[in-house]
């Protein structure tokens, strides 16, 4: 909200209605080493809505707009045109003030739009059944080890080395709460993926669900088939996590290949980086499954005159049902981001999408030609969609910075992810989409062999 026309009476009342002395008590949670010791550096404490106005402003000016410099970073969010089309429909006010379908007999408008958001991501990510949207990728990711125990009744969860690692911190912290063990371990610079050793795991702890990303944090893309064939004859579930939902334009989708449950972030398709959100997650499954599945399900019927309508299918969470029969209690919608989704995907149909994913590909393997070819850089990944590793002959963390000084955003350091992990200090992440020019990758060039001198 803009503008908070409260006052000093008004917060006095809030405050005593809460049972706080101050409003600093509100954030008694937070470690006190994480908050400010003063007012924000720069600012006066008080002054005109113009002088703020220009103060933050300028402030803003410092940063490096993506749309303004060469830009190549990944990790789990991408830069992509979005076509204008997409926020005209979502500034709508239809679409943009609702919320929540609970009357599906003034919501039709709403819950087309879910059902057809669902159709569209199990036809992409190979499965029966979707959902209407979750948070994002990494809690769908966690919703979904918690799916798996509640099928398989078992607790541990393996995740493979190439899952993102903010991903494997969120089921970490969730899992504290509900009896799972996360097993997991950090990647290596290489190509290999270390499948075999996997799959010695799964035969050998029995575990509820087995983790894979795919592409995975470095780029690498693996067959998921040997692995969902051994997750099942153990007993298993295989999850399949998308980061890059355009690379399912040329790549086979994880559902194809035998993954039980496919989760993902969408924000590639119709959604802005908008400096770290919001984003939409992707949650699909079998539809043996289904009564399972966490969040909301759009459906299909016929009202009383036997016109076509939609109506919530499913809704298991524990804002609709008892709270020890819901699947979730973090699973509400991101509708209007699903709407974005769903918009830019529509634009681009199958061929589309299709068209889009090998243009990626293509500048993909242009600048990692070029990257690889500048002295003691090394590409690590024997395959890849539109993004890939480089080992450099330097610490990567540093030298990412020294490029930004040169006006290139040239991609995540995996010292930045895995700051513990000395071995990965000179990896460097590197994502070429479709908006990175000739220009933009001659200038990636040029700011690497600098800073690799």
């Not at 995740?159 to 997991?184: C, L, N, Q, W």
């Not at 030298?399 to 700051?419: I, T």
Request: glycine share 10%; net charge negative.
């Amino acid at each position: 909200m803009r503008y908070l026309p409260l006052s000093d009476a008004d917060r006095s009342a809030m405050l005593e209605k809460v049972g706080a002395s101050s409003i600093d008590e509100l954030f008694r949670d937070v470690p006190e080493g994480l908050l400010l010791d003063g007012p924000i550096k720069g600012l006066s404490l008080h002054a005109s809505e113009m002088a703020v106005e220009r103060d933050m402003s300028a402030m803003a000016r410092k940063n490096m707009v993506a749309g303004d410099v060469p830009f190549f970073l990944g990790c789990g969010a991408y830069k992509h045109h979005v076509p204008a089309t997409v926020d005209h429909i979502i500034q709508r006010g239809e679409f943009l003030t609702a919320y929540t379908p609970y009357q599906p007999e003034i919501a039709q408008g709403t819950l087309q739009v879910l059902f057809e958001f669902q159709t569209q991501v199990a036809r992409l990510l190979g499965c029966e059944v979707a959902n209407a949207s979750m948070y994002d990728g990494s809690t769908a990711m966690w919703e979904a080890i918690g799916m798996a125990r509640r099928i398989t009744r078992r607790t541990l969860a393996i995740i493979h080395e190439g899952v993102h690692p903010h991903y494997v911190s969120v089921a970490r912290t969730m899992a504290k709460f509900t009896g799972d063990s996360i097993a997991d371990r950090s990647p290596q610079l290489s190509g290999d993926m270390q499948i075999d050793k996997l799959l010695a795991e799964i035969e050998a702890n029995q575990p509820s669900c087995v983790v894979v990303q795919y592409p995975d944090i470095l780029g690498r893309i693996t067959d998921l088939q040997p692995i969902a064939d051994a997750c099942h004859a153990n007993g298993a579930l295989l999850v399949a996590v998308v980061t890059e939902p355009v690379a399912l334009g040329l790549i086979k989708s994880p559902g194809e290949m035998g993954a039980d449950i496919v989760v993902g972030e969408g924000q590639s398709i119709g959604v802005g980086l908008q400096f770290g959100g919001p984003y939409v997650g992707l949650f699909a499954t079998r539809e043996k499954y289904v009564r399972q599945m966490p969040g909301r399900l759009a459906g299909e019927t016929v009202d009383a005159e036997g016109k076509r309508g939609f109506v919530l299918t499913l809704s298991t969470r524990e804002q609709h049902i008892r709270r020890e029969k819901a699947t979730s209690n973090i699973c509400t919608n991101s509708g209007l981001c699903a709407l974005a989704w769903s918009i830019h995907m529509t634009l681009l149909g199958e061929k589309g999408l299709t068209a889009l994913a090998q243009l990626n590909h293509a500048r993909a393997c242009e600048a990692a030609k070029r990257l690889s070819a500048i002295p003691g850089v090394r590409l690590v990944n024997d395959s890849f969609f539109n993004e890939f590793t480089l080992e450099l002959p330097v610490e990567a963390r540093p030298a990412v910075h020294a490029m930004v000084k040169k006006g290139v955003l040239g991609g995540v350091s995996l010292g930045r992810l895995y700051p513990a992990e000395p071995q990965l200090a000179n990896g460097l992440v590197v994502a070429v989409t479709e908006v990175a020019s000739d220009e933009d990758i001659g200038a990636l060039e040029a700011a690497l062999k600098e800073v690799c001198k």
